[in-house]
């Protein structure tokens, strides 16, 4: 995400995190202002949903085995699974 140094000011003096951004591009309901420019919110339906599943992950991340994906250079996902056993060298 691009950000423009007015807005990581905002973001900042606001306390605004950085991953509640990355959700409102991802789930915001877009509204189109005049003067070309879209405003994106998290509705209160969405941010419910959104926290439910939140719940859900945070639920996933605490299993011993999680989860693995394999990428190119360009992170094009080339396969994914769950761990059944130590992989390559942890980084």
């Known amino acids: 995400m691009k ?4 807005a990581t000011s905002r973001a900042a003096q606001r306390a605004l995190d950085y991953l509640l951004l990355e959700l ?8 189109s202002t005049p003067d070309g ?3 994106l919110c998290l509705s209160l339906k ?6 439910r599943k939140l719940r ?13 994906v394999l990428t190119t250079d360009d992170e094009t996902i080339i396969t994914c699974g769950h761990r059944t056993r130590k992989l390559l060298k942890e980084v």
């Open 37 to 39: 420019k879209q405003l």
């Open 24 to 31: 409102s591009l991802q789930f915001g309901e877009k509204i």
């Open 46 to 51: 969405m941010r419910k949903k959104l926290a």
């Open 3 to 6: 950000m423009t140094r007015h």
């Open 56 to 68: 859900q992950l945070l639920q996933q991340l605490e299993k011993p085995a999680g989860q693995f």
